[in-house]
């Protein structure tokens, strides 16, 4: 509850700095007018205090996603699919889902890595004397979580995979040994 109205309180500060923003436009060829720049630096310090405190529940939230994610994979999927090879049934399903799953895995550690550096770039730029340079900056951490959103809907779409995989084993499985 707190981390979204942080984000919300975020997005609602950078959307009144600058205006509307334009998700075509790159970042760096973005002109900001005279009125965006001095909103900008008017707002320097709520800003940088909002960006703080979204970067601090960001990172304890990824922490936490961090470890189910990986316990999801090392301590239900992995042991699993060796039970199964152990036992010569068929886990190429299982498997196939593990290995794009731990892809995935990998793909969200490096987006919320750049994420992470870009965010804290933002928040050590000075604001009230570099404002398109912080615009820039934000615009870009902007984009790097959008990706770390896309991950963890994959993540989600593949733990989707994974239990119905299991589930089809599980009736070939009942069908075979009857």
């Keep these: 509850m707190v981390r979204t109205f942080l984000i919300l309180v975020a997005l609602t500060v950078l959307a ?53 994610y990986e316990s999801i994979a090392s301590k239900l999927m992995d042991p699993f699919n060796a039970q199964l090879g152990s036992n010569r049934l068929d886990s190429r399903a299982t498997s196939a889902v593990t290995s794009s799953y731990r892809s995935t895995l990998d793909t969200f550690r490096n987006d919320y890595r750049l994420y992470e550096e870009k965010l804290s770039s933002a928040i050590r730029i000075d604001c009230a004397t570099q404002p398109e340079l912080f615009y820039v900056t934000i615009e870009q951490a902007r984009s790097y979580r959008q990706k770390v959103h896309e991950d963890v809907l994959k993540l989600h779409r593949y733990i989707d995979d994974y239990r119905s995989a299991v589930g089809d084993f599980l009736v070939n499985f009942e069908r075979v040994s009857q």
């Design 16 to 68: 009144v700095i600058v205006g509307v923003f334009s998700p075509t436009a790159h970042a760096q060829s973005t002109t900001l007018t005279d009125e965006q720049l001095s909103q900008i630096r008017n707002n320097c310090t709520t800003t940088k205090s909002t960006l703080s405190q979204l970067h601090a529940s960001d990172a304890l939230l990824r922490v936490n996603r961090g470890q189910i």
